[in-house]
Every structure is written in structure tokens, then in C-alpha cells.
């Protein structure tokens, strides 16, 4: 009898690792610099008039710009009330966020903030026992928690970061791998990951609670579901989003200082910081190339559908890996495709054009885009692939009538990335990525009227949205091309 198929495991586990893995830490970061930062306390009651942004900003001493990043997703957790045109006010069910002994559990969490990522350390070398500790005791109970209650607040403001650092820890010990092999005693994981017997304990503890770890006898194994998630196919995958939330970790942990002071520990307005990130962000990119590869060519196809792209001229602005670029060249054979971005991002385009035989029309631009000389009328599309986000806001009029500009007659600008909704309440992942670009003094992610602020008065008027896997596609044009829909 041959074996049955290995089965998908569960959508809902794979959705809590990968936010544990990438989002989780930037909830936690908004959650505890709230308190950090006063706001409770400036608040007014629901039912109360509302305080605006530039009130609430004024009475906690802080940027308005850094208080809408941390109150943002907490109005789309539940725990602040949003009336637009008007603000902010503590939700009814929030009440429990003015009681000293909770802002004091918070405040202590806060304080572990940076040690955390030393947990695999302190695993092998028995120091900082104190956080080993922590870890023990924050895990020591884990109930089920009601949306909106304390419980639910605690949870996700205090325990969600140490998953995250459980999962980097499990990762850098090698023992995210060595599960993904078979059970093991605890002597032997420990001997495998060169950590000690009774602190390892802890960190399998923990990832028993994530439901990732199982006990049978003797023996630690995964999980059915974690066996089926983090297999030999699965867990390289996984693992490549933790050195990016790494890069945050530092940043996040001094989230309410950016607020107050607009001082960013993680400063990508730096030219050798933007540098390392983005050489990063290519790679890794370049590393699930297919899996983006498959959305970019869905927009590609999207685009076909309203237009002929014969002899098409392609702009991809802030190309990264290249795999906007590279769906735009192989939609057609005749298109022409620009690929531009700093110099030392563009060699990671480079293997993916020859891979795709797409060298002979491609040409590489280093440059940067908010100052290199752009011919009128030079482009049938402009892609902008996750690139507004990281510019300025005060760029973005000027940006662009400059694409603008540079788009030829029934031309077309597209846009993709995350899209907030119109009241910015949500989807809380886009919240999360726009919180990233706050504290690493970046741009803003934007909701489809915003992005129709900036498009119509530099004339590109006709303007959707469409869903696409993973992110949102923008499309805008001067009203000359029919919508793929028009029949
Ligand atoms: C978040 S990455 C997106 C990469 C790629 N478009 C994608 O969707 O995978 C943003 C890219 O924009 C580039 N970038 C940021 N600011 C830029 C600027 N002013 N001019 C040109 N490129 C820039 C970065 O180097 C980085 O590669």
C-alpha cells in the first residue's frame, strides 16, 4: 500500500507562524509604546468628544505622524474608537488600559524589549538567567483571551514578541531543523543545538504553547501541523523572513522615542543603511523570486488586457530583485524594460534577466528616483512595485507629476503593494508594514483616496484597485485606455 499524500497543514496555523514570524513584533512594539507614550491617559472616554490627531499629538509630547503609526492598528484591534473628521477616543471595552498594575505588566515587558533577541545565547551559555525567566513566567499560563479583553491586550503586547524571539531562537540553535528530522530527547536536542538540558527545556515549552512542539514519552517532536509547515521544502522558506524582523527588532524596541523625538534607531534616509536593507531585501526577494514572479506576471497579464504591449517601453522604479521588470518583459517578446534602483541593489537583477534570456532589452538604471533626469513621454508603463512606501511624503506631489510626465499617451502607471482602507483602519498587515516604515524614517503606506489625491491633479483621473495574491494592484491612466472589464 503506497503511503497517503502528505496533506496542506491547516491555513489558520500557517497564517499564526508566519505573523509570529513577521508581523507579530511590530503589533506588540505599537501596544507597548502606547502606554509608553501616555496616550491612554490623553484620551478621551467613548462617548466623549474625540481628540484630533494633532491634539493627542500635542498633549503626549509627540509627532503626529509617529502617533498615527502606533494608534492606527489599535483601532483596528478594537482598543481605540476612529471617528473621521473628528479622532480618537479609548473604547468602552478598553477601560482596563488606565489601571496602573496592567500599565505596570506592560512597562516590564517593555524593559525586556532588547534583551530578547539574546535568548538563543542565554540557552547555551546559562547567563542571563533572568531572562530565561522571563520567558518561563510570561508562558507560564496561556488561556484562550476574548478579542478586546486585557487578556487579548496582554497576549499580543507582551507574549507575541517572545514567540517571534522563541522562533528566532529555535531557528539560530538549529533546532527548528533537527525537529524538522524526527523526535529527539531533550539530552539529544540539546546536544544537537549546544544548548543547556533545563534552559532548552524552556524555549520547548514555549513552542509547545505555539503549538509547534509535542511531548510523546521521552521524546520532543513537531506537531502534525509544524511537520507539514516546516518540512525540508517548507522551513528554509519560513526561516528566510526572520533576519528581516531582526533588522527591526532594535528599532521597534525604542518605537516610543521615534514618536516623541522623530529619532529613528534604524535610519533608511541613511545612504549605508538603505544600503544594507535593501541589498538584503533584494536577496531574499531573489531567493521566493517564482512566488512573486507568478503575481507580478498576473499584473503583467492584467495589464495586456486593457493595452497592447507590442514594443511596449517598460520604467520599473526601485526594481529590487527585478521580478516586476522581468513579468513586463516576458508578457511580450518586443518590450523594452528599464529596471532602476541604486547600483548596488541593481546586481541582483542581473542573474534573473540571464536566466530569463531578457538581457538583450533590458537595460539596468542606477539612479535615484526622485531626482533622475525623466524624458516626457518616454514610457507605456511606469511600474511603481512597493516603492512608495519608502519615500517621503512630502516627495510624493512632486514624484508624481514626474511619472506623470513620463508616461506616452494611453500610458499607464502601476502601482503595487500594500492598500489601506479608506477610513485606514485596516487590512492590519498594511498597518503593520506602514508601522516598519515609520520607525525606520521612511513613507507611508496609502488607501486608495490618497493615492487619487496625488494622481488626479497631475492628470492620471481614471484610477482602480484590483486584489491580486499577497498585495494590491493600483492601476491609473489619463482615461484613454478602456478598464480590462469594458468589454
Ligand atoms: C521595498 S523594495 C521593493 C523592491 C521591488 N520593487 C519589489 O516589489 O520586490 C523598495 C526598493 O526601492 C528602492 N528605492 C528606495 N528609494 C529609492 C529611490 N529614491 N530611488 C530609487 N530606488 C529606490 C530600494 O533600493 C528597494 O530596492
New binding site residues.
Given amino acids: 500500500m503506497s503511503e497517503p499524500a502528505a496533506s496542506a497543514p491547516p491555513p489558520d496555523f500557517v497564517r499564526r507562524l508566519n505573523f509570529w514570524a513577521r508581523d507579530a513584533s511590530n503589533e506588540s512594539a505599537a501596544l507597548l509604546a502606547a502606554p509608553a507614550l501616555g496616550l491612554f491617559a490623553h484620551l478621551p472616554d467613548e462617548g466623549s468628544a474625540p481628540v484630533s490627531l494633532e491634539t493627542l499629538a500635542a498633549r503626549s509630547g509627540s509627532k503626529p505622524r509617529g502617533v498615527r503609526a502606533v494608534v492606527e492598528p489599535m483601532v483596528a484591534l478594537g482598543f481605540v474608537c476612529f471617528t473621521p473628521g473628528q479622532g480618537y477616543a479609548l473604547a468602552a471595552r478598553a477601560a482596563f488600559l488606565r489601571a496602573p498594575d496592567f500599565l505596570a505588566r506592560l512597562e516590564r515587558a517593555r524593559r525586556f524589549w532588547t534583551q530578547t533577541p539574546r535568548l538563543a545565547d542565554a540557552l547555551r551559555t546559562g547567563t542571563e538567567s533572568e531572562l530565561v525567566a522571563w520567558f518561563r513566567e510570561a508562558f507560564a499560563s496561556v488561556g484562550p483571551a476574548t478579542e478586546g479583553s486585557s487578556e487579548d491586550y496582554e497576549d499580543r503586547a507582551v507574549r507575541n514578541s517572545l514567540r517571534t524571539q522563541a522562533l528566532m531562537a529555535a531557528s539560530r540553535l538549529g533546532l527548528l531543523g533537527r525537529l524538522s528530522t524526527g523526535p529527539g530527547t531533550l539530552e539529544a536536542l540539546a546536544h544537537v543545538t549546544e544548548a543547556r538540558p533545563e534552559s532548552l527545556r524552556v524555549l520547548l515549552d514555549v513552542l509547545a504553547t505555539m503549538g509547534i512542539v509535542a511531548t510523546s514519552g521521552a521524546e520532543f517532536r513537531f506537531t502534525p501541523d509544524a511537520a507539514r509547515m516546516l518540512d525540508a521544502e517548507g522551513l528554509p522558506y519560513f526561516e528566510r523572513a526572520l533576519p528581516a524582523t531582526q533588522a527591526y527588532w532594535e528599532a521597534l524596541g525604542h518605537l516610543d522615542e521615534a514618536v516623541r523625538e522623530a529619532r529613528f534607531r534604524l535610519d533608511l534616509r541613511d545612504p549605508e543603511v ?1 544600503r544594507r536593507i ?1 541589498q538584503e ?2 536577496s531574499r ?1 531573489s531567493g521566493i523570486f517564482k512566488s ?1 514572479l507568478r503575481l507580478s506576471r498576473q499584473a503583467a497579464a492584467l495589464a495586456l488586457r486593457m493595452r497592447s504591449l507590442e514594443g511596449a517601453t517598460v520604467l ?6 527585478g ?2 521588470g522581468a513579468a513586463f518583459g516576458l508578457v511580450d517578446p518586443s518590450t523594452q524594460v528599464t529596471y ?3 547600483p548596488h ?1 541593481l546586481d541582483a537583477v542581473k542573474p534573473h534577466l540571464a536566466r530569463f534570456k531578457l538581457e538583450a532589452r533590458s537595460r539596468l538604471w542606477a ?4 531626482t533622475v533626469e525623466l524624458e516626457p513621454s518616454a514610457y507605456d508603463v511606469i511600474l511603481l ?3 512608495i ?3 517621503p511624503a512630502p516627495e510624493l506631489p512632486h514624484f508624481f507629476a514626474r511619472m506623470a510626465r513620463a508616461l506616452k499617451p494611453r500610458g499607464l502607471l502601476l502601482i ?2 500594500y492598500l489601506l482602507t479608506d477610513r485606514r483602519d485596516g487590512p492590519l498587515d498594511a498597518l503593520y508594514f506602514a508601522l516598519r516604515r515609520y520607525v525606520s524614517n521612511e513613507g507611508d503606506v496609502l488607501s486608495l483616496p490618497e493615492f487619487r489625491a496625488h494622481l488626479e491633479p497631475v492628470g492620471l483621473g481614471a484610477c482602480r484597485a484590483f486584489d491580486m495574491p499577497i498585495q494590491q494592484v493600483v492601476i491609473a491612466h489619463r482615461g484613454d485606455v478602456p478598464w480590462p472589464d469594458a468589454g
Fill in positions: 538603505a535593501y531585501n533584494a526577494i512573486h520599473d522604479v526601485g526594481t529590487g530583485s521580478v516586476w532602476l534602483d541604486s541593489v539612479g535615484d528616483c526622485l512595485p512597493q516603492i512606501p519608502a519615500l503595487s503593494g
